[in-house]
């Protein structure tokens, strides 16, 4: 409807008087515009990081870096001298993904992936994860509603992880990173598939990022966003079906997580589809069925 149709229809019908009109209009443009002030603040550093991102898909890995200092020093001196709080806790969950993209380029193991190598890359980011945590005040599904649901979320993960990680796997076609499927080293896997690798990037991606997108910009914006970055940061699998694979499978993490709450579901997952995708479907996908 045109905005002369409804103010005709509204006058007509009684609902409100000329001035109360001009009111809400001017209440519903200054909420379009504070909008775009926050599709502006949130566009430039997820835009730079998009940038930068496709610069390690280029195999510009020194220019990477460097812009990648340049804005992590641009988000820091913004937290320093912004005074909205929804706009410095959105930054600062945006420089956790430039420290994390930092702490690869510092790692020599970052150019030889290796099983060893998550923990090098992945443990460091621990202690600002846990701060931006704290500081964010991210509010998660009730332990209790968890463990009444793990019956569910269990099963569910596993078959995720095995749907989910049988298509990356016809993707990028990984290696596996562990010798056999012995129980020591299937078990060692899953340790640091699930509580290092996949906590680690749904803390950062789902727990922080997408909560303070949302808070934002809305749940949709959040998710959305998110995904985007949770996909453009795989660019050094050097693929764009990588990149496009990972943006939906954030997606769907992400609308679990909006719907659940729950820190473990979405990590359970994640880490279950790397389980499969590094270590079970390389050694047994035929005897399995997977392929």
């Known amino acids: 409807m045109a905005i002369s149709d409804f103010i005709s229809s509204e006058l007509e019908a009684g609902k409100a008087s000329l001035p109360e ?4 209009l001017k209440m519903q443009t200054e909420e379009k515009n504070r909008f775009l002030k926050k599709i502006i603040y ?25 812009a990648y200092t340049i804005l992590l020093l641009s988000l820091s001196y ?36 290796n099983l060893y190598s998550f923990i090098f890359i992945y443990a460091p980011m621990a202690l600002p994860i846990t701060l931006a945590t704290v ?3 991210v509010i998660y599904e009730r332990k209790k509603d968890t463990l009444r649901k793990i019956w569910i979320y269990f099963p569910l993960s596993i078959l995720a992880g095995l749907a989910f990680g049988q298509v990356e ?10 010798p056999d499927l012995s129980l020591t080293n299937l078990l060692i896997l899953i340790i640091i598939m699930v509580f290092i690798v996949g906590l680690i990037e749904e803390l950062i991606f789902r727990s922080i990022l997408q909560t303070r997108l949302e808070e934002f910009l809305g749940p949709a914006w959040g998710i959305f966003l998110s995904s985007l970055l949770f996909g453009i940061m795989h660019s050094t699998y050097g693929t764009p079906y990588e990149m496009v ?35 079970i479907i390389p050694h047994a996908g035929s005897i399995v069925g997977l392929m």
Not at 87 to 112: D, G, H, W
Not at 251 to 277: A, D
């Open 21 to 24: 009109l001009g009111k809400m």
């Open 42 to 66: 949130a566009g430039i550093p997820v835009a730079a990081i998009t940038l930068i991102e496709l610069l390690i898909f280029g195999g510009r890995l020194r220019e990477a870096s460097i």
């Open 78 to 113: 913004s937290i320093a001298v912004l005074k909205k709080t929804e706009i410095r806790k959105l930054y600062q969950a945006l420089l956790l993904l430039t420290i994390f993209r930092l702490v690869n380029f510092s790692m020599p193991v970052f150019f030889e992936r």
């Open 135 to 137: 500081h964010q005040k």
């Open 169 to 178: 796997y016809i993707m990028i076609g990984a290696r596996e990173l562990i």
């Open 245 to 279: 694979y990972t943006f939906f499978l954030g997606g769907f993490l992400g609308y679990l997580f909006y719907r659940t709450r729950s820190l473990p579901l979405v990590v359970m997952i994640h880490g279950s589809i790397n389980v499969f995708l590094f270590g």
